[in-house]
Every structure is written in C-alpha cells, then in structure tokens.
C-alpha cells in the first residue's frame, strides 16, 4: 500500500508542477509585452510630463481664499505659461499618433454598450459663435465645465493633478486647471449625438 501512495504522490507533484509552470509560459500580468499601453499613449504621457516640469519650474504665488485674487493669481500663471510656451501650437501634446489613439478609444466608447449612458454624462452645448479653440488659450468664465464620463477615462492615459481631459463642443481637450489654459486639443474628436 506504501508504494501505492508514493506513485500517487509523484504523479500529484508531476501535474502540480506542470500547472505551476503554464502561468510563466503565459506571461505574467507584470509583463510588460502582455499589457503596455500603445506606443502613442506612452509618447503622450512623456509630453504631458514635459509640460508638468515646465509648470514646476515656474514661480508660484501664494495661495488665497479671495475670489479676486484667485482670479488674478489664475492669469499671472497663465500668462507665465502663455510666455514659457510661445511657440506651442495644436498637435503637440496630442500628436498626429496620440490623436488617432484617442479618437480610436473616444469612438469605441461612443459606440460600445454604455453608449446611452456616455451621452447623458456629457453635455454637448451649441459652439459658441465667433469663439474657437487654441492652444493657450483661457478656457472662458461662463462656459461649463463638462465632465468626461469614467467608461471614457477608463480607456486613456491617465493624467498627473492639475490637468484634466474636457469635452469643448465635438472636440477633445487638455486643460490646465489651476491656469484654465487650453493645453492642446482634437478638433471633432467628440461623435454627433444621433438623431432619434
């Protein structure tokens, strides 16, 4: 009976083993090959840290509780931004790459199973006339802040405190929230909303 056991504990060992070694064949999920983000978005999040740096490096004014001195404290930062950035322009944080990587992700969303619900979080408002968009620009007083749904968020890069993603009309934004500076945009990312 002693010889039974010990064959049966050998094979139990031999399967045991065998199935201990199938997860490393299959690649951990550590492992960057099996679950790293698409090279645009890695690109992406490297600009995005640039421009953090380059926020970081400017003087910073002390904080308050007064609405007008927040509001001027609001445009002396954006105005240094404005100043430390004068050449930046549309397309580079969200490249040309990145830009069809959002599009991408922001249309399966608009068309995947939380669609009517996507919808409802956003509210697309009327353009407004004679405005538009541009980069380091002031992301105006009466427009509303629209909130970008989390089935959205979910599938992006996510973003460091102090800039978030804004939905402006079709397009898709990267604002600066202490400067409430325009950072970069994607003219129509945002599909139409479908007629009944």
């Known amino acids: 009976m002693r010889p039974h056991r010990a064959v049966r504990a050998i094979v139990y060992l031999t399967v045991l083993a065998g199935f201990l070694r199938i997860p ?7 492992d960057p090959s099996v679950n790293s983000e698409p090279p645009a978005f890695h690109d992406f999040t490297q600009r995005v840290q640039q421009y953090v740096k380059l926020q970081n490096a400017l003087p910073r004014l002390r904080t308050t509780k ?4 927040i ?3 609001r445009q002396i930062l954006a105005a240094k931004i404005r100043e430390a950035r004068a050449g930046a322009k549309q397309g580079d944080i969200f ?3 990145a830009s069809q990587e959002f599009r991408r992700r922001i249309r399966a969303t608009f068309q995947g199973p939380n669609a009517v619900n996507v919808r409802k979080t956003i509210r697309q408002g009327e353009p407004l006339k004679g405005w538009h968009l541009t980069v380091n620009g002031d992301y105006p007083e009466h427009l509303p802040m629209t909130t970008v749904p989390p089935t959205l968020l979910l599938c992006l890069p996510p973003l460091p405190n102090g800039l978030a993603y804004r939905i402006v009309g079709h397009d898709f934004v990267l604002e600066d929230k202490e400067a409430r500076l325009f950072l970069d945009f994607i003219p129509g990312a945002i599909p139409s909303t479908p007629s009944p």
């Open 95 to 97: 490249t040309p790459e």
């Open 24 to 30: 490393a064949a299959l690649g951990s999920p550590q």
């Open 66 to 69: 007064k609405r007008a001195e």
């Open 71 to 73: 509001v001027e404290r």
